[in-house]
C-alpha cells in the first residue's frame, strides 16, 4: 500500500483495552473501514498529544482523511453509520432507531457506573472508600445489565439483525468481565454471557483485544 492510500486512512486514536474506543473499532471492521491507529493513553505522556485536539484529552478520537477530528465514541459511530448508509448498524429512523439507540443507552449508563466504582476503587485508598457511592454505582450496574439480559430475545437483540445495540452491550460486558470477574459472574446475565462469547470469537472482536495495561489507562 502506498503513502498516499496510508493519508487518506481514517485514524483511530486510544487503546482497544478501553470499552468506548473498542466498540467504534470493531465498527470500523465491520464496515470494512480501512484505519490506522494510534494506541494513545489519556494519561501520562500522550495525554498533551491529545489535549491538541481534545481539551479534555479522552479516547477515542478519529481524524479522518480531510483532517477533521471527531471525539467521543457516539459522535465518531453517528459519522460512520452514515458512511455506512444501508449497511449501517444502527436503524435510521423509526421505531427500530429509538429501539436501538434506549439499548444503547442504558448500556453506556450502566458502564459508566462501573467506570466510576472502578475509579474509587483504583484511585482512593481503601479506608476513603465512599461505601455508599459504590454501593449506589454496583446497583446501577446490576440493573442495567439485568435489563439488557431481560431484554434480548436472541439471535440478536432487536431480532435477525445484528445492530450496533449487539457490538456496544458486548464489548462493555466483556469489559466488566475482565475488570470484576466475581461481580459480573454473579449477576446471572447469561443471554449478554453467550452474546459476548458469540461475538469476541469474530474476526472484529478478534483483532481488537485489548491490551495488557494499567486501570488508569484503560479507563480514558
Request: glycine residues 8%; hydrophobic residues 45%.
Amino acid at each position: 500500500m502506498s503513502e498516499d492510500d496510508a493519508d487518506t486512512r481514517p485514524v483511530l486514536y486510544g487503546r482497544h483495552a478501553s470499552p468506548f474506543v473498542r466498540r467504534v473499532a470493531v465498527t470500523l471492521r465491520l464496515y470494512g473501514i480501512e484505519y490506522d491507529h494510534a494506541p494513545l493513553m489519556p494519561f501520562g505522556p500522550d495525554k498533551a498529544e491529545l489535549a491538541v485536539f481534545n481539551p479534555i484529552a479522552r479516547v477515542p478520537a478519529l481524524r479522518l482523511a480531510d483532517g477533521e477530528m471527531l471525539v467521543d465514541s457516539a459522535v465518531i459511530l453517528d459519522h460512520l453509520d452514515q458512511v455506512a448508509g444501508a449497511r449501517s448498524l444502527t436503524p435510521a429512523a423509526g421505531a427500530a432507531r429509538r429501539r436501538v439507540l434506549t439499548l444503547v443507552a442504558i448500556a453506556l449508563g450502566a458502564n459508566e457506573k462501573l467506570v466510576a466504582g472502578l475509579y474509587e476503587r483504583h484511585f482512593r485508598p481503601r479506608e476513603a472508600w465512599h461505601a455508599p457511592w459504590l454501593d449506589a454505582c454496583d446497583k446501577q450496574v446490576r440493573d442495567g445489565f439485568g435489563w439488557l439480559d431481560g431484554q434480548f430475545a436472541g439471535p440478536w437483540f432487536t431480532g435477525r439483525e445484528m445492530t450496533q445495540a449487539d457490538i456496544t452491550v458486548a464489548v462493555f460486558w466483556l469489559f466488566g468481565r475482565g475488570k470484576r470477574p466475581k461481580f459480573f459472574a454473579g449477576l446471572g446475565c447469561n443471554r449478554l454471557q453467550a452474546l459476548a462469547e458469540k461475538l469476541q470469537g469474530t474476526p472484529a472482536f478478534q483483532a481488537t483485544l485489548p491490551e495488557q495495561e494499567t486501570l488508569a489507562s484503560e479507563l480514558g
